[in-house]
């Protein structure tokens, strides 16, 4: 669902520096607002999804349950995802000026520059990736906010268990601790899948999920 939007938010940076020629008004807006979506919209689906098994628990308050759980995505997320879209935004200039490297050194007209700049691939495939990981981290999150509305006292990490995980992923898989400590993912401390504290190496096209223990 979000690829395609990530995509055309890349797809707009690039068009900003073609109309520019100038990687400094390459901005970051677009892109923070499909991520922006990507948080409340996942984390609230993902918190409605778990949320059958807290149905126990005590009543939530008055807010409608997703309201609470987009409103409390904003406050955890909402300059987070300033820095994501910044990050992101960087790579793209960064990537941008490898193309005008690689065409000062052969000797690239500004239409060439521009045909490889505007290539499917130059976009697509960084969308996919940010897509996975941004839900898979959006979900789990939401998860979590759901959990400890619910009076979840601890959490599980749980892995796909296939030939595909990551060895960090597979060793931590199956751990309960309790809801507020963090595990211990390789060399860092992770809130719960996703989470950004693992950097790239353990963030990146993770299929982790986390789940709440009532």
């Known amino acids: 669902m979000y690829a395609p939007k990530i995509n055309k938010a890349l797809k707009a940076q690039v068009q900003q520096y073609i109309h520019t020629k100038d990687v400094l008004y390459v901005r970051s807006g677009g892109l923070y607002a499909v ?62 000026q490898e193309v005008l490297s690689e065409a000062a050194l052969h000797g690239w007209s500004f239409d060439e520059i521009v045909n490889r700049l505007e290539a499917p691939d130059f976009t697509a495939k960084r969308a996919r990736l940010i897509a996975r990981t941004e839900t898979v981290n959006a979900a789990n999150a939401g998860s979590m906010i759901n959990a400890k509305l619910a009076g979840a006292t601890k959490k599980i990490w749980i892995s796909a268990r296939d030939s595909r995980v990551r060895m960090h992923h597979a060793t931590v898989n199956q751990t309960v601790i309790p809801v507020e400590d963090k595990f211990h993912v390789g060399l860092s401390l992770m809130d719960h899948p996703g989470d950004k504290a693992g950097g790239a190496n353990e963030c990146c096209n993770c299929r982790c999920v986390v789940a709440g223990i009532p």
Request: charged share 20%; hydrophobic share 35%.
């Open 35 to 96: 991520l922006l979506d990507l948080y409340k919209q996942t984390g609230s689906v993902w918190a409605r999804h778990s949320r059958t098994l807290y149905r126990q628990a005590k009543a939530t308050g008055q807010m409608g349950f997703s309201e609470r759980i987009v409103t409390f995505m904003q406050q955890y997320f909402g300059f987070d995802l300033l820095n994501d879209a910044e990050g992101i935004t960087n790579t793209t200039k960064r990537l941008i």
